[in-house]
């Protein structure tokens, strides 16, 4: 059982930066490739950022590529996501999720929800124009 606790949301205007962060219990989080997912209102949940386990290997939704980061702290259970440049249309509840798996994965598994087991409650984050 992991749980998963997001934190940094808040107002901020565009082109400002912001780093959500993730804290995870549990022993076994190296383990788990997580990942960023968001949701903003009237929208389904989207895809953002994932960070694997021990490769370290990251992907990006197209529409953050280049602003976000996303990064993990093993030693500390915790895995951020580093947001520059925020616009207007980066508004939205964000998740962080983990996924337990221990073979290798291609882009498209962690890119979709049905692949993660476990979900924090999600931080908001409002990007004002």
């Known amino acids: 059982q992991v749980q998963l606790v997001e934190s940094g949301g808040g107002l901020v205007q565009a082109g400002d930066s912001r780093r959500l962060s993730c804290a995870a219990s549990g022993r076994t989080f190296s383990s788990y490739a997580m990942g960023w997912f968001r949701q903003a209102p009237g929208k389904e949940r989207e895809f953002v950022a994932t960070i694997t386990t021990s490769a370290g290997n990251t992907y990006y939704a197209d529409s953050v590529k280049g602003r976000f980061t996303v990064s993990r702290d093993n030693a500390k259970n915790t895995v951020y996501l580093e947001m520059k440049s925020l616009k207007p249309e980066d508004t939205a509840v964000y998740y962080c999720?983990?996924?337990?798996?221990?073979?290798?994965?291609?882009?498209?598994?962690?890119?979709?929800?049905?692949?993660?087991?476990?979900w924090g409650q999600g931080t908001q984050v409002t990007v004002s124009s």
């Open positions: 999720a983990a996924s337990l798996r221990f073979t290798y994965a291609a882009r498209s598994y962690y890119t979709t929800d049905r692949s993660y087991n476990y």
